[in-house]
């Protein structure tokens, strides 16, 4: 039944007082048959066994009028619960003892567990489908392959035996879960997960319903129709195989089968009433888990009198208190012990839709989930995590003051499996594990679309077509978007290789820079997008907060670790301040982020890619500066950056045309008109993502012949007057553009031609933004020191000018600071103005020749 | 007026009716659906109906047919419901099938284990009154609402004196000091001298002081000191064509059981989620939806359903169209002291509306900075009239104080599972007035540094980001913002107009009030209607047009390209769009795009000379 508070499965065996036959009663079918299908229990059948006179026995007592009356539902397919015999399959095991201590093995030996996650199981007599009802009870042996439980077309022997031999014979060869991870895939999968169990002794064992779908797809259907009846039947079939495999384990109590990943997998949205009582699999985020609620599964009752003591299971929520002692007959003298009761934990968990499953405009829906036992605690609020569980539905109780009833139920999930998606990224393994399925008809039309020749083109311009040309920008940011390839060489000890791509706009204010920010950020699945005015290092990074209920502190991740695997968009870059800033150093090149806090001391992962946009200093770009004088940000910081584009106002009548066409056509043309021109969003959003997913280019060697030559090429322009014109930096970055380039190919090969285009955007963009504007020729010490060559030269001139000037004075100590300035204005034929003249009396006084003590200079 | 109408005073009776002759055929509930929307359909058979909104929850039949005028504010997990049930007489023992829609509570002696039950879905929306509508929609509308109230016993007299006292507020007297909840921000959950209100509140409640607020009930409305009947609304069909802050127009089945309360103690919940979702039928009372219908406006003086009659409405109007626009300019001008130009940029402003969005680009948003604002209460009293001519309206003062403390950003609640409004939570075309002239100098705290950003995200990208604590979610929304302001606004805005006044009268309030009072009650609401037509009209704009617009930009860009940007061009296409619209043109023409260059240079110039009077604007 679907109460959450209904008695749990096998509870028989933890009884120790009530003296059951071993081996169960064979003939107790006859109960099922007999009795009219109303509300009689099991317990009953277990303690009556072959006694059916006894009708004192408390379990009798309470059983029907109460459980009449209460059992308010059951789904609509399966209307009547009835009991289940004791000589079904179902009730394997004995009734164990509960003393704690004694070795034990083997099934018998072995306490079952309750599962209170499945409910009770529906307490429904076998039922022949061939031979008329008598011959059921005549013999079960024989008619044993015939007989299914009332209401399902399940086989308890059939199914046992379809499961032992999927435990057998599943081979997946190709499997690549990280559970998997050390087991032989060319031997039966769960056999070796059996034999894990015997060595580590966690009697649990996980199921992958695919798995059990390739295997056998009626025996999947049934699991996923009747979990309720399917599971204690799996249960049963994975003890009786691993006590015949491994009899001198011991076990804390007998292993329980969890399937997970049924592939009915939905999301919360679109669960609805036909899916009641069925097993589900859906994913969300916990938002709330309760308290530890301890539930009685059997109440412990004294006798007043004569001390007798009697136990009474807990039926769906309720306790039937007896109301006469069955030793001395007295009535209304038994008492219940709470200390000697049975508790079983149970918890109370409230799961949100995740965000990427909803339609916009609407909020997101909740489904409460109830977790019992080790599940307990198993997950924290904000966990991603997939559930799977039985779904339920139990009618608002009623009032027994009230003739009607609130005509809704109450739902729920009772979970047999939790799963957290998000688990990996903080273990750091690679790859996402909520890997997006595709279908094989879109998988086609990536594939089609990818193999067009002007794919690159076709991409970059579906790529914010609001915003005009800036047609290399765009290709940057898509060539973000696809990132690099993830190397890992922690092997030799230099840690992961950054395969992401970061990129700095600069420009004008009002050059939509914002804007691409906002679309780039309304793309990517995991984007994050913060302001520099806004965010503080604290909210980039993570925080330690103190939970409200609980008085824990916990770690609040920021915008940087949130985008791992994801783009984090920092519009007005320049306006951030120095700490926060310098938090980014690390992350753009490490891809982690280390945190010692209120004592927590870690390091995240944040594998994000950066997409910055800056405003120049003084409002308008100053063409006759160099990138760092115009935004002003450390040299340490831009180097980081693979790529830097100026966004500038290109000022030529032609752009002017074709930008007012551009804008008009945006503001008046229909939505159909839009959409022919352009890929749809969702097209672009799955071609990323698959080719982020699928696709790992290397480079075959004439990719890196052209890297190298690239390489040295770039380093040949500076050699020439002096300068160093490339980093390895910059090499890194080429490989890293051109491995995105091959996967905007679909290309499992990095090739010369992605090599090409890597170079002409690094050149274009070095062209906007590392130009000397005195010399005119690209200078890349611009961006890496924050001086170009030439600067850096002119100033070493001026310092030897002045050091030069003051010694033909002769020897004069101390000197005027405004004197020394018109002397040197007066002596040089540039102009030189109070910075540079500044700035050599500082290099001076470095050198230990002069020291400047307000308006007077002092040699040394 | 018709004598009796069982589908209003019955609707359960014609359901039930449906349901017993269906014999258990799914197309009943379709068949349901069609005949109240034939009967609604039919000439002012709408308006017969009683409006939870004009009408006291207490003088409604309850389970007889209501209309809600509402926004959704919350919308609750979906429930499962029995549809068909069976019930078993005690006395004869006979099974009775029972239909379980549109209700919440069942028959007696429900047969649980019957084969026959159907499970059903619906969902619970949580619906309150659109956020500040003006005094003048709600009196309109309850007025219009009065002529025909057939099935109460209700003598809407009462109810009209209070809102004789609204007018009179505004009306008469504009100048007589606003009741102060206009101004606090603090959301006051109770004692708002509403006589409705008062009277279904348990006495109690209004002895209890606002820190004990947790036994009482907060109703959510996104606006403080807004009242109303929140409702709890079940939606039966068509549940993904609804979303969040969507205007609805509801016909249900009013559902006031007092078992409602009692049932349900159920220990799931946390008793804050319980108060949340199961509040008191008495005071947020159920509606089990029949029919409901998206509203494009609010305003009670144009035909609220794209019908015919609206259309012969608009071509009727049209006509007038140039001449209403001259004297609502004038009316404007007045207002604004005598200047000309921000009348006309206030006018535009009033009809902009969001048309579409171009991926995250929300097209034909248009907000207004008025700078140069005289002070000492000009805001306020040029807020009363922008309140008089639109439907929906909030004035926000910016004082330091609400910036810091006031809740702008919905929040989810996770303790009682609830979307906590917030003042941004607006319906479409909502005027939101920000009065800037009320900061003074001081430090905003994070929350009201939330707050300024959350303003300007609105204002740039039209979406407020509403916060689920681990994640935000973005709720695209349409409000057209003005912002007062002494100098530049700190706020983005698409446009700046500097107030020139012309005339500095030495007493503004007489001043204003004399403008007021000059005007005719038919005036005002010409005006009204304008300005709500305006804003649907369809545009267009020809090919020829946009060559001429084309080479125009080319040539400006051409004297001086500094002059002249993208952004520039962005906003004068908006205001050519708004400019034709407002003389009810349908296309653009060159005059229309000449026009709208000319007022933007006239502004750009003023903006310039006023950046050359105080020197330090940025």
Known sequence: ?860 | MPSSHDWINKPLGVVEAMFAQSNSNPEWEAKVLEYFKGQLKEKESHSWVPSLNDVPLHYLKPNSLVKFRCLVQDMFDPEFYMGVYETVDPSTKANVLRCGKYKDVTECGVDLNSRNTVTAERQTFYCVPIPGESPWAKEISFLSAARVVPSTSYVPSRQKRSYEEDDDDMDTQPQKQREPHTETPQIQPHGNGDSKRQETEAPSSQTTTPSDCSSHLDLNFPLPGERGPACLVKVYEGLDSFKLNDTLEIYGILSVNPVLTVLGEENMETPEEQRAHDPPASLVPRLHMLYARPLQHNNPLLPSAPTEDQSAFVSSFLVEMASVRAELLAYLTHVLLGDGLAAEYLLLHLISDVYTRRDVLPLGKFTLNLSGCPLNSYTERLYQIVQQLVPCSYRLSMSLHTMNSMRLVPKKDYVANRLVSGALQLARNTSLFLDETQLEQGQLDSSGVRNITALGNLISWQKVDYDFSYHQMEFPCNINVLVTSEGRSLLPSDCQVPLQPQVTPPNMEEYLTTIHMAQFTSQINKFRVYLSLARTLDYSISDEVTKAVEDDFVDMRKDDPQSVTAEDLHRMLVVARLLSLSLGQTTLSRDGWMRAKHIDMLRRSRTEQQKSLNGNEP
């Open chain 1, 1 to 860: 039944m679907s109460s959450p508070t209904s008695t749990p499965g096998r509870r028989k065996r933890n009884r120790d007082d009530i003296p059951a036959t071993p081996k169960s009663t064979a003939k107790a079918g006859s109960d099922g048959q007999v009795s009219p299908p109303s509300q009689r229990r099991r317990g009953q059948d277990s303690s009556n066994g072959d006694l059916p006179a006894m009708p004192t026995s408390p379990a009798t007592d309470i059983a029907s009028p109460a459980v009449h009356d209460t059992s308010l539902f059951s789904s609509p397919p399966q209307l009547y619960s009835l009991e289940v015999d004791m000589s079904s399959p179902l009730m394997y095991g004995t009734p164990s003892s509960r003393v704690e201590g004694t070795p034990r093995s083997g099934v018998g030996g072995t306490p079952a567990r309750q599962r209170p996650d499945l409910g009770s199981i529906r307490k429904a007599p076998q039922v022949d489908l061939h031979s008329d009802a008598d011959g059921a009870v005549a013999s079960e042996q024989a008619l044993g392959q015939k007989l299914v439980i009332w209401g399902t077309d399940v086989n308890v022997g059939t199914c046992k035996e379809k499961f032992q031999r999927f435990l057998q014979r599943f081979i997946d060869p190709t499997s690549n879960e990280d559970e998997n991870a050390g087991l032989d895939l060319n031997e039966p999968l769960y056999m070796q997960k059996l034999e894990e169990i015997s060595v580590v002794g966690e009697p649990v064992l996980n199921v992958n319903c695919s798995h059990v779908q390739s295997f056998d797809a009626d025996l999947y259907r049934q699991l996923i129709s009747y979990p309720q009846e399917v599971i204690p039947t799996f249960d049963m079939a994975v003890n009786e195989l691993f006590f015949e495999r491994f009899p001198d384990s011991i076990l804390e109590h007998q292993i329980q089968v969890r399937p997970y990943n049924a592939l009915k997998t939905r999301n919360m949205r679109s669960l609805n009433p036909e899916d009641i009582d069925q097993m589900i699999t859906i994913s969300g985020m916990v938002i709330r888990t309760s308290q530890l609620i301890p539930e009685m599964q059997e109440a412990f009752f004294q006798c007043q009198v004569c001390a007798f003591s009697t136990r009474v299971e807990v039926d769906r929520g309720r306790i039937a208190e007896p109301a006469v002692c069955r030793n001395c007959n007295t009535t209304h003298s038994l008492a219940l012990i709470h200390n000697r009761s049975a508790f079983s934990d149970k918890q109370m968990i409230k799961v949100q839709e995740s965000p990427d499953d909803m339609p916009a405009g609407q909020t997101p829906h909740t489904t409460i989930v109830y977790a019992h036992n080790d599940l307990v605690d198993k997950v924290q609020p904000g966990d991603r995590i997939n559930i799977t569980g039985i779904y339920r539905a139990v009618p608002m109780r009623e009032n027994p003051r009230q003739s009607n009833v609130k005509s809704v139920y109450k739902t729920h999930i009772d979970v047999i499996h939790f799963r957290k998606t998000d688990e990996k990224r903080l273990h750091g393994l690679d790859e996402d594990s909520d890997q997006k399925l595709f279908t094989e008809e879109r998988v086609q039309i990536l594939k089609e679309l990818a193999s067009k020749p002007d794919v690159y083109d076709r991409l970059s311009s579906a790529l914010a077509p609001s915003i005009y040309e800036h047609e290399d920008i765009k290709k940057g940011i898509l060539l973000q978007l696809f990132g690099g390839t993830r190397k890992d060489f922690s092997q030799t000890g230099r840690g992961n290789f950054r395969a992401e791509v970061n990129i700095l706009l600069c420009g004008d204010p009002g050059t939509s820079k914002s804007q691409l920010l906002q679309y780039v950020f309304n793309l990517v699945p995991r984007g994050q997008y913060t302001s520099g005015k806004g965010s503080s290092a604290v909210g980039l990074t993570a925080y330690v907060m103190k939970d409200p209920e609980t008085k824990q502190l916990v770690l609040q991740t920021g915008a940087l670790v949130l985008s791992d695997n994801g783009i984090c968009c920092i519009d007005e870059f320049d306006k951030m301040s120095d700490s926060t800033r310098s938090v980014l150093h690390e992350v753009m090149e490490q891809q982690t982020l280390s945190i010692a806090k209120a004592g927590i001391i870690c390091q995240l992962n944040a594998r994000t890619s950066v997409l910055a946009a800056a405003n120049p200093v003084e409002s308008q770009w100053n063409p006759k500066k160099t990138t760092i004088e115009n935004i002003q940000l450390p040299h340490t910081l831009l180097s980081r950056f693979d790529l830097i584009f100026l966004m500038l106002d290109p000022q030529d009548e032609a752009y002017d045309r074709r930008l007012a066409h551009h804008l008009v056509a945006l503001y008046y043309q229909s939505e159909e008109q839009i959409e022919e021109e352009f890929l749809d969003m969702a097209v672009l959003k799955d071609y990323i993502a698959y080719a982020r997913t699928y696709i790992n280019p290397r480079l075959n060697e004439e990719a890196s012949q052209a890297l190298i030559e690239a390489y040295v090429d770039m380093r040949k322009i500076g050699s020439g007057r002096g300068m160093v014109s490339a980093y390895p930096r910059q090499l890194e970055s080429l490989i890293r553009l051109a491995e995105a380039h091959a996967k905007v190919r679909f290309s499992d090969k990095v090739e010369t031609i992605d090599v090409e285009e890597a170079k002409r955007l690094q050149r274009e963009a070095l062209k906007q933004s590392a130009t000397d504007p005195r010399t005119g020729f690209v200078d890349i010490s611009i961006l890496t020191t924050g001086m170009s060559a030439t600067a850096r030269k002119r100033k070493e001139e001026v310092a030897q000018a002045l050091k030069k000037m003051i010694q033909s004075k002769g020897k004069t100590p101390a000197m005027k600071y405004q004197q020394l300035f018109d002397d040197l204005r007066g002596q040089s034929e540039a102009a030189i103005t109070k910075d540079m003249f500044e700035e050599a009396l500082r290099a001076l006084a470095d050198e230990d020749y002069l020291t400047v003590t307000g308006k007077t200079v002092r040699l040394l």
